[in-house]
């Protein structure tokens, strides 16, 4: 069983598009972080979440942390075939100093 | 150059067979890890070191061996490889900061036959 389940697990969707990905938990994290993965590549951090209730933007992508510090969404605007990807979200629980990963969103824009 | 290199990239090996897998980093950080990747699961920690001194298990280290030789490299073995380690293995690094950024390598696709 996984710390954090991502959903959905594969997305496809028209350019132009909106999107949503989840990340859910029971458990209670210091920070929540997103990385993004292409094919043949390793994970690049998008962003890091630190405060329940955190709103951050980075162009098209927006994240939210969860005020109870447990869930996280990643909103894309008006998606772009360059945001095909591997999505996954990883949580940092107090003091453990590691990250949990969730399986990954699969998201597919289509020209 | 990367900051964060794997060698081999790709390796195909037959069961029983003990293989190294290696990491090299030029970020200077103290902490590095071990993953594992495979389809519908996500990211999975094998192994982590916080400094050369250190050695952690994972949450699933069984079949699984390390060695910190410095600061800059961190090697996993499979002491007798199986079909079922079959996956890609990726390495990180880290700084060692709460809420810390972790920087991956480029992953090794791994074949057990």
């Known amino acids: 069983t996984q710390l954090l389940e991502q959903s959905p697990q594969f997305l496809s969707i028209q350019e132009g598009e909106n999107l949503t990905v989840y990340c859910n938990s029971s458990s209670v994290f210091s920070s929540l972080q997103w990385y993004r993965q292409e094919p043949g590549e390793g994970p690049v951090l998008l962003v890091t979440?630190?405060?329940?209730?955190e709103v951050k933007k980075l162009k098209r992508l927006t994240f939210q942390f969860g005020d109870a510090r447990k869930d996280s969404s990643l909103h894309i605007t008006a998606a772009q075939p360059g945001d095909t990807g591997l999505y996954l979200c990883a949580g940092e629980v107090f003091y453990d100093y590691k990250l949990s990963f969730g399986a990954g969103t699969t998201v597919t824009v289509r020209a | 150059d990367a900051d964060v290199t794997q060698t081999p990239r790709n390796r195909i090996t037959k069961t029983g067979k003990r293989i190294m897998l290696e990491c090299s980093q030029t970020?200077?950080?103290?902490?590095m890890y071990w993953y594992r990747q495979d389809p519908g699961l996500g990211l999975r920690l094998i192994y982590y070191?916080?400094?050369?001194?250190?050695?952690n298990k994972g949450e699933i280290s069984d079949g699984y061996s390390v060695s910190r030789q410095a600061q800059a490299k961190f090697s996993l073995s499979l002491e007798s490889a199986i079909p079922n380690q079959t996956a890609l293995y990726f390495c990180a690094t880290s700084e060692g900061d709460s809420q810390e950024t972790q920087y991956f390598g480029p992953g090794t696709r791994l074949l057990v036959l």
């Open positions: 070191s916080f400094d050369v001194k250190d050695i």
């Open positions: 970020k200077g950080h103290d902490r």
């Open positions: 979440v630190v405060t329940g209730g």
